[in-house]
Nanobody, 121 residues
């Protein structure tokens, strides 16, 4: 059983910073893409950033230059450093990892439970 646990959300003033972390645990053979998504009230879940197993990154236009995604393969973790936060960044942030649990199995998408980020003065 694979589990993803996020941490690092909270309340921050506009212009502030937060760092989100996501740890994978359980039966894991290999991890492929890792990413962060967010969902604001009344809106669809959207991609924020993704990082491939080779370290290639891709960002939503709205966060380019402000957010940085990184990963630690040995620790099975993915991070999202968020700087210059804006009120429109307020959302529940979800971690996503593409994981193969066994060498013979298929890879599946796994999701964390979500962590609230609120940007407000």
């Amino acid at each position: 059983q694979v589990q993803l646990v996020e941490s690092g959300g909270g309340l921050v003033q506009p212009g502030g910073s937060l760092r989100l972390s996501c740890a994978a645990s359980g039966s894991i053979y290999s991890i492929y893409d890792m990413g962060w998504y967010r969902q604001a009230p009344g809106k669809q879940r959207e991609l924020v950033a993704v990082i491939t197993s080779g370290g290639r990154t891709n960002y939503a236009d709205s966060v380019k230059g402000r957010f940085t995604i990184s990963r630690d393969n040995a620790k099975k973790m993915v991070y999202l450093q968020m700087n210059s936060l804006k009120p429109e960044d307020t959302a529940v942030y979800y971690c996503n990892q593409e994981i193969r649990a066994t060498s013979w199995g298929s890879k599946y998408d796994y999701w964390g439970q979500g962590t609230q980020v609120t940007v407000s003065s």
